[in-house]
């Protein structure tokens, strides 16, 4: 007898587990199915992604929004497989909670068969996850993930940032103006007599190697080169009228002995 009550309570623990877990399934309805969500509770459901597998045999043809959510979808017949994406464009009110809420329909031919159900992400109005069966378990890794790195290129650690002097912009100056002065030595002449017992007096006029100029350059331009003007210099007066005088002078005095 007690071992009668110990199975009957078993089952009514499973039953009541069963009953309280909130469900999303697919229905019947006027030749097309609806995804719809039971809860064991009344709920409002603000975003889902879900995952249906279905038997190829039977292809789907779309899948439509049931107000007031707005869905996307992605169907593969050939695999049998096909995911949802809906949510509500405004937060939903206190007045949308409800047990059984139809989120999608699904246009499918007759013999419509689904295999599974996979719920990746299910929300309520206050954005907090709602426990429902069939949820996809997402891992986080404990671990950071080291960055990745080229084989043999080794990542410099970041350097002070280097101290760059700012540019210095000097304004156009004209040149400073270069002066040159010429230096020429005047031109001396050396007449030489000669009397030779007979005959008339021979003179010979020696004169210097012409004179090397040095030019002495003053100022300068920094940032430009300029070429020196031509240097202007004295010409002294010429040898040729000189010693023509001194000689007509020399030939008066010879005569006069």
Known sequence: MERNWF????????????????????????????????????????????QVNYDPGTPVTSVE???????????????GTMRIVGFIPAPPSESDRAIQVPIARI???????????????????????????????????????PPLTQEGIVTPAPSPAATVPPEVDVPWAPPTPIEVTGTAPPV????TVTTPATGSPTVTATTPPPATGEAVVTGETPTQSASPPASTQTTP?????????????????????
């Open 188 to 191: 001396s002449v050396t007449l």
């Open 237 to 257: 007066l010429s040898s040729i009228p000189v010693l023509g005088g001194m000689l007509i002078a020399i030939f008066i005095a010879v005569k006069r002995r």
């Open 7 to 50: 199975i009957a309570a078993i089952g009514l623990f499973l039953l009541v587990i069963s009953a309280g877990a909130s469900v999303i399934t697919v229905e019947p309805e006027d030749g097309m199915y609806l995804l719809v969500f039971t809860g064991d509770q009344p709920y409002t459901v603000s975003a889902f992604t879900v």
């Open 107 to 145: 246009q499918a031919g007759p013999g419509f068969t689904v295999t599974g159900i996979s719920v990746e992400y299910l929300d309520d109005g206050d954005r907090n996850p709602i426990p429902v069966e069939g949820r996809v378990a997402t891992s986080e890794p404990t671990t950071p993930l």
């Open 65 to 79: 929004a049931v107000d007031p959510f707005e869905v996307f979808s992605s169907i593969n017949n050939s695999a």
